[in-house]
């Protein structure tokens, strides 16, 4: 497995932007699929964006389609989320997960081995 760690939460007011960060140790992480999830409060986690490993192919919600992007930096230690025009619906514990299986990028959780803690993004009006 991929030990993973997001970082880069915060409190912002609606229309800022924040960018995360998800680092791993391990030398399988520059051949992850690496996504991001949150969780609302009471709500389900749910699917935000993916970036496969191989060919760097992006996935979005469409809540976030057009607003956030993720990449990852060229050594591929580190997957970044930025995140713009943040909304009060965006505060969310967000989470970064990886799959170091050679396929797409999953929108699905199972599709995920490796978790990381989350860190909390809260967007006031």
């Known amino acids: 497995q991929v030990q993973v760690e997001e970082s880069g939460g915060g409190l912002v007011q609606v229309g800022d932007s924040l960018r995360l960060s998800c680092e791993a140790s391990?030398?399988?992480?520059?051949?992850?699929?690496v996504a991001w999830f949150r969780q609302g409060p009471g709500k389900d986690r749910e699917f935000v964006a993916a970036?496969?490993?191989?060919?760097?192919?992006?996935y979005y919600s469409n809540s976030v389609k057009g607003r956030f992007t993720i990449a990852r930096d060229n050594a591929k230690t580190t997957v970044f989320l930025q995140m713009n025009s943040l909304k009060p619906e965006d505060t969310a514990l967000y989470y970064c997960?990886?799959?170091?299986?050679?396929?797409?990028?999953?929108?699905?959780?199972?599709?995920?081995?490796?978790w990381g803690q989350g860190t909390q993004v809260t967007v006031s009006s």
């Open positions: 997960a990886a799959d170091d299986h050679d396929r797409p990028a999953a929108r699905e959780e199972m599709a995920y081995a490796s």
């Open positions: 391990g030398s399988f992480f520059s051949r992850s699929n």
């Open positions: 970036i496969s490993w191989s060919d760097g192919s992006q």
